[in-house]
């Protein structure tokens, strides 16, 4: 079975950075991503590149940064006030999630000054160049449970899992 819209595929990868930086690893988590194919759950660049394949085949991905998280907008970097914040403690790195106009955001504090706070709101992987080595494990007709929530759920927990059984 290849991967295409309305399927479920199961895969490890390793995300880097255009420096070789390791930044993320799904076997050192020891959990596969599993995601719906064609419901906007991975990055479109690479939903596009898996599209076609199957399970066994393994890939490397380079996503520019306008195909992955953005270019960097300086924009996006302000003062806010002290009090925005819930913790009493504030230092350079620390990240908040937020509510934004475009669903929750995270908020990365840059700098703690006397009368406010400097955040950026870019995404932390905003203007970087990313490389996936992904290996596809799985790939699955989703269920109408699935399908109807946009995302894998776990097996045995979806009340159209047992009706999907029944039908074939």
């Known amino acids: 079975m290849t991967i ?41 660049g690479l939903e596009r590149a898996l599209v076609g394949r199957e399970a066994g085949a393994e890939l490397s991905v380079t996503l520019m940064p306008a195909e992955a998280y953005g270019l960097r907008d300086e924009a996006l970097v302000r003062e806010v006030g002290r009090d925005a914040f819930p913790v009493p403690e504030l230092s350079p790195g620390m990240r908040f999630q937020t509510p934004g106009d475009d669903g929750p955001e995270i908020v990365t504090v840059v700098e703690v000054r006397d ?54």
């Open 4 to 44: 295409a819209p309305q399927r479920v595929v199961t895969l490890h990868y390793v995300l880097s950075d255009e420096d070789g930086q390791v930044l993320d690893d799904s076997r050192a988590r020891q959990a596969p991503l599993e995601y719906l194919h064609g419901h906007d759950n991975i990055l479109a």
């Open 115 to 168: 009368d406010g706070v400097l955040i950026d709101t870019n995404h932390p992987l905003a203007g970087r160049t990313l490389r996936y080595r992904v290996e596809v494990l799985e790939v699955r007709d989703a269920t109408r449970a699935e399908l109807a929530k946009g995302h894998p759920l776990p097996p045995g927990t979806a009340a159209g899992d047992v009706e999907d059984k029944k039908m074939v």
